[in-house]
């Protein structure tokens, strides 16, 4: 089992960044897959961002967040990163921190931190 607490949410304004960290209660150093979803009011939630290791490193962008959102991870923090840049507002929603610990394993949901892109 593991443990996801995200933080770095907050308010900002058009054209702005933010980074949200999402750290682990356990080593993440050999984690299937780790990523962020977001979800907006009214709507489903949607894969953001993920990174998928086994043999090698796959990251995967959803086109809307292609150039502006970086995924990361420092394993000797047991962290994951989405650096966010250049936001806008149709970027506002709850941010949620999504880990696999293996390929055949269950999804682990971190609380959620709210984006508010607004001026």
């Known amino acids: 089992q593991v443990q996801l607490v995200e933080s770095g949410g907050g308010l900002v304004q058009p054209g702005g960044s933010l980074r949200l960290s999402c750290e682990a209660s356990r080593s993440i150093l050999s984690i299937y897959r780790m990523g962020w979803y977001r979800q907006a009011p009214g709507k489903q939630r ?31 923090k047991n962290t994951m ?15 949620y921190c999504n880990v696999r610990l293996t390929s055949v394993g269950v999804d682990y949901w971190g609380q959620g931190t709210q984006v508010t892109v607004s001026s």
């Open 46 to 76: 949607e894969l953001v961002a993920r990174i998928t290791s086994g043999g090698s490193t796959y990251y995967y962008y959803v086109d809307s967040v292609k150039g502006r959102f970086t995924i990361s991870r420092d394993n000797a």
């Open 81 to 95: 990163y989405l650096q966010m840049n250049s936001l806008k507002p149709e970027d506002t929603a709850v941010y």
